[in-house]
Nanobody, 125 residues
């Protein structure tokens, strides 16, 4: 069974930092783009950051300069380091992988076909 499992969410004060991890199992995603999305109540799921096989990255303008995506290809794991957190970063964070794209980059939510269960990140004042 192919799975993505997030960990590392929680409660943090504004201005603080939090790190998320997402481990894949059941197949390798090393050739595929992996990403972090987030969804706040009443809002659509939005792309936060993505990284492909070549290490190319793309960030939402809302998090650029504050969040960093990274991957350990040997461990089939993607990370999200979140610094200078703001109240508006509060959301459920999901990791995702697009197994149908090799070596390229994927920016569109529906093209990601594997999803984790999500982890809550709450930023308090």
């Amino acid at each position: 069974q192919v799975r993505l499992m997030e960990s590392g969410g929680g409660l943090v004060q504004a201005g603080g930092s939090l790190s998320l991890s997402c481990a894949g199992s059941g197949r390798s995603f090393s050739k595929n783009p992996m990403a972090w999305f987030r969804q706040a109540p009443g809002q659509e799921r939005q792309l936060v950051a993505t990284m492909n096989y070549h290490g190319n990255t793309h960030y939402s303008d809302l998090v650029k300069g504050r969040f960093t995506i990274s991957r350990d290809f040997a461990k089939n794991t993607v990370y999200l380091q979140m610094n200078s957190l703001k109240l508006e970063d509060t959301a459920v964070y999901y990791c995702a992988a697009d197994s149908r794209t090799d070596y390229g980059m994927t920016y569109v939510t529906p093209e990601y076909n594997y999803w984790g269960q999500g982890t809550q990140v709450t930023v308090s004042s």
